[in-house]
C-alpha cells in the first residue's frame, strides 16, 4: 500500500488551487499554514468540548508563538500544555498558565523557574515521584518560592494483573492509592503546592479508530478502546476524590484532539489538552467522530522525470516520529491522485510520485504533502507562511526559526 491523497480525509480542491497559486513564486521547500482552515479547527476543537471543558493548548503540536497565540485567543481556551521546561519559561513571558507535559531534569532552567516569582506563579512542573521532588530540592535549595506541580497519572489500560498493558508507558502512579500518597508527600513537603492531576490517555486519543486495511484490526481497536475509555472514566474519578481528600486541585486534565467529546463528558475532568486538530495532520485522519480541515503542508519541487508515469521531487522524506510504518510517512496531496510507490516511500533526497496527476507534472512544478504528525513539520522549517483566502498575509517564525530547539 502506498502513502496517498486518496486516504483519509483531504483538502477540497478549490481551496487547494487558492493555496497553489498564492505561494507559486515560492521556491521549495517551504511550509504553509492554511489560516481559514487552522481558524476553523481551533473553534470546531472548542466546540466538541461542548462547554464541559477548556481546552489547554498543546504547544508541540504547533511549535510557532504565533500561532500557539493566535489558537489560544480563541472561545473556550485556558492556558498551555508545554513540552519542557526551557519552552515553558519562554511561553510564560506572554501566558499566565503554562503547565508541563512531561517532568524535567534541565537544572538551568529549574533555577531560573526557583528565582523568579512570577515565572514560579505562572508555570506548572509534572511529576510523577517523590524522586523528581528530591531532584528539585537538590537542583535548587529550599530557599524559593513555591513551585507548582502536577501530579502525572498513568491513563493506560492494563489487563491480566498487569502483564498487559496498553498504552503509553508514562507514569508509574495508576491507582487511586499511590496518587494519593503522591499528593500527601507533596503537602508535607515545603517548597512545593500542588496545582493539578494529568492524564493521557493515548490509546484512545492518540489511535485512530477507522485505520485503513483489516475490519479485524478496526474491530479490536474500537473494542479495546471501548473498554479502556469505561475503566479509565471510573479509575479517573476515584483517584480526583482520592487527592482531593488530600488537597484541593485547580485542574484535572485529560485526552487529546482524539478524544476531546469523550473524555469532557467525565465529571471529573475540567479541561483537555489538544493541539494536533489545529493542523490536522495525516495521522488525524482516520477517526470517526471528527474531520479536521488540513490546513498544515509542505512543498517540494518535481526535478526529474525518470519516465513519463514517475515525476520525482527534491527530498520529502519528512518521517514522522512512533512505530515505523506507512502511516509515518508524509501524504502526497496536491496535485489530487499523487502516491508514492512502495520501494522508495519517501525519501531522503528524492521522492517519485504516481498516478494520473504525475503525468502532468512539469519540472519546477510544486508538489504539497501534508506530515503525519503536527508539529513535527516545524522542526524541518523555519518560518511558515500564512494564507488566508488566496494570498499570503503573513510569514512567522517556527521554534526552530527563533533559534530554539526545546524539542
Not at 506548572?124 to 535549595?141: A, K, R, Y
Not at 513537603?189 to 477507522?210: C, K, P, T
Request: a neutral charge; hydrophobic letters at 40%; one cysteine or more.
Amino acid at each position: 500500500m502506498s502513502r496517498a491523497a486518496s486516504t483519509g480525509t483531504g483538502p477540497d480542491e478549490d481551496r487547494m488551487v487558492r493555496l497553489s497559486r498564492a505561494t507559486e513564486h515560492l521556491d521549495p521547500p517551504f511550509a504553509v499554514v492554511d489560516l481559514d482552515a487552522f481558524d476553523a479547527n481551533a473553534t470546531e476543537l472548542a466546540h466538541r468540548a461542548a462547554g464541559l471543558a477548556a481546552i489547554r493548548l498543546a504547544s508541540k503540536s504547533v511549535r510557532s508563538r504565533e500561532l500557539i497565540g493566535r489558537a489560544a485567543r480563541h472561545e473556550g481556551y485556558r492556558g498551555i500544555l508545554a513540552f519542557t521546561l526551557p519552552e515553558a519559561l519562554w511561553l510564560a513571558e506572554d501566558h499566565e498558565d503554562v503547565v508541563i507535559g512531561y517532568p524535567t531534569t534541565h537544572r538551568a532552567a529549574l533555577k531560573q523557574l526557583a528565582s523568579d516569582e512570577r515565572a514560579a506563579a505562572r508555570v506548572t512542573l509534572m511529576i510523577d515521584s517523590i524522586g523528581q521532588l528530591d531532584f528539585v530540592d537538590e537542583v535548587v535549595g529550599l530557599s524559593r518560592p513555591d513551585l507548582r506541580v502536577c501530579i502525572d497519572l498513568d491513563a493506560s489500560l492494563e489487563l491480566a494483573g498487569g502483564r498487559i498493558h496498553l498504552g503509553p508507558y508514562r507514569s508509574p502512579v495508576h491507582s487511586p492509592r499511590q496518587a494519593a500518597a503522591l499528593a500527601r508527600a507533596i503537602r508535607e513537603r515545603s517548597g512545593f503546592r500542588l496545582a493539578g492531576l494529568m492524564s493521557y490517555e493515548g490509546q484512545i486519543a492518540g489511535l485512530g479508530d477507522n485505520q485503513p486495511g483489516s475490519l479485524l484490526r478496526r474491530a479490536a481497536i474500537r473494542a479495546m478502546q471501548r473498554v479502556s475509555a469505561g475503566e479509565l472514566a471510573d479509575r479517573r474519578a476515584a483517584v480526583v476524590a482520592a487527592v482531593e481528600a488530600v488537597a484541593p486541585l485547580e485542574f484535572v486534565n485529560g485526552g487529546g484532539t482524539g478524544s476531546i467529546e469523550q473524555t469532557a463528558a467525565e465529571h471529573a475532568i475540567t479541561e483537555i489538552g489538544a493541539g494536533s486538530g489545529l493542523y490536522g495532520p495525516g495521522l488525524f485522519d482516520f477517526y470517526r467522530r471528527f474531520r479536521p480541515r488540513p490546513a498544515a503542508y509542505f512543498v517540494m519541487s518535481v526535478v526529474r522525470r525518470p519516465s513519463p508515469r514517475i515525476a520525482t521531487v527534491l527530498g520529502g522524506g519528512w518521517i514522522a516520529s512512533g512505530p515505523p510504518g506507512l502511516d509515518r510517512q508524509p501524504t502526497p496531496t496536491w496535485p489530487h491522485g499523487l502516491r508514492t510507490n512502495t520501494r522508495e516511500g519517501t525519501g531522503e533526497v528524492q521522492t517519485p510520485v504516481l498516478g494520473a496527476a504525475a503525468h502532468g507534472l512539469r519540472l519546477g512544478d510544486h508538489v504539497w504533502f501534508r506530515h503525519a504528525k503536527a508539529g513535527e513539520l516545524c522542526e524541518r522549517v523555519n518560518t511558515l507562511h500564512l494564507v488566508s483566502g488566496a494570498e499570503i498575509v503573513d510569514e512567522v517564525a517556527t521554534y526552530r526559526g527563533e533559534g530554539h530547539a526545546f524539542l
